[in-house]
């Protein structure tokens, strides 16, 4: 019998990463495939982010809403900038590590829950840290990103970070790839879950897309691309706005 309990993992393993360095974050993909890296990420200052996210913060103005904003480092550096920030996440713990760090509005919320109601309005909206991802698949992107013109004026950005899959020479990669197509799903959509010790959160769709998938998929939700970040490479930053 298996002893993991299903559960809150990536809210655990920010509140330990709050307390200790060095903790990992352990993500098992569908295929057995397991990949560890540092948690150091969700709690780094602005000066250590990688130069596509620095360069997206320069789009940034107004009212923002952080989408799966982790530990709040992109909402504690806008605060810092004096914008009025609200934070969201699906993970309860991960919104308490937000609060005890200092983000002055924090909420548990997933993408398919928001709306005006109770939110407003705002200018940006982030999908950072590859969080394009929160779009799941080819199927859910239209309707998602149609909630968040809910939450738009005329003028909104999204600033969304992805991964194009196709970048890879990994042939674990290729050959997951490979499957996700014979079976009608796009390349990068991957089913995970994150661990932390004897936890793992449920499993779940995340999508990674290359450039020009990403802009048939916001075309489809009422977005358009303005620009990438950078035109080339394998990690990138899009800023979107309405498309109408």
């Known amino acids: 019998m298996s002893s993991v309990k299903i559960g809150d993992a990536f809210g655990k393993l920010l509140t330990a990463g709050l307390e200790q360095d060095g903790v ?10 397991v990949s560890a890296s540092s948690s150091a990420h969700y709690f780094a200052p602005f000066r250590s982010w990688p130069p596509h996210q620095r360069q997206g913060m320069r789009h940034v103005r107004g009212r923002v809403l952080d989408v799966g904003c982790g530990a709040g480092r992109v909402a504690l550096h806008l605060q810092e900038r004096g ?68 939450v738009s004026t005329p003028a909104t950005r999204i600033i969304a970070e992805s991964l194009d899959p196709d970048l890879t020479d990994d042939p674990y990669h290729l050959a997951y790839h490979r499957r996700n197509r014979e079976r009608g799903r796009m390349s990068g ?31 489809s939700g009422g977005w358009r691309i303005e620009r990438f970040i950078p035109d080339e490479g394998a990690v990138y930053v899009a800023v979107l706005s309405p498309a109408v």
């Open 189 to 219: 959509q991957i089913r995970l879950r994150v661990r932390h010790r004897d936890y793992a959160t449920p499993w779940f769709d995340y999508l990674f897309v290359s450039r020009e998938e990403m802009r048939e998929l916001v075309a």
């Open 24 to 33: 990992l974050e352990i993500v098992e993909r569908d295929d057995g495939f």
């Open 83 to 150: 914008h009025e920030v609200v934070a969201i996440d699906a993970s309860a713990e991960a919104i308490e590590v937000c609060a005890k760090r200092g983000v002055a509005d924090a909420r548990v919320m997933r993408l398919a829950e928001v709306g005006r109601k109770g939110l407003g309005t705002f200018e940006t909206i982030l999908l950072l840290g590859g969080n394009f991802g929160l779009l799941e698949s080819r199927t859910r992107a239209p309707a998602l990103l149609r909630r968040l013109l809910r």
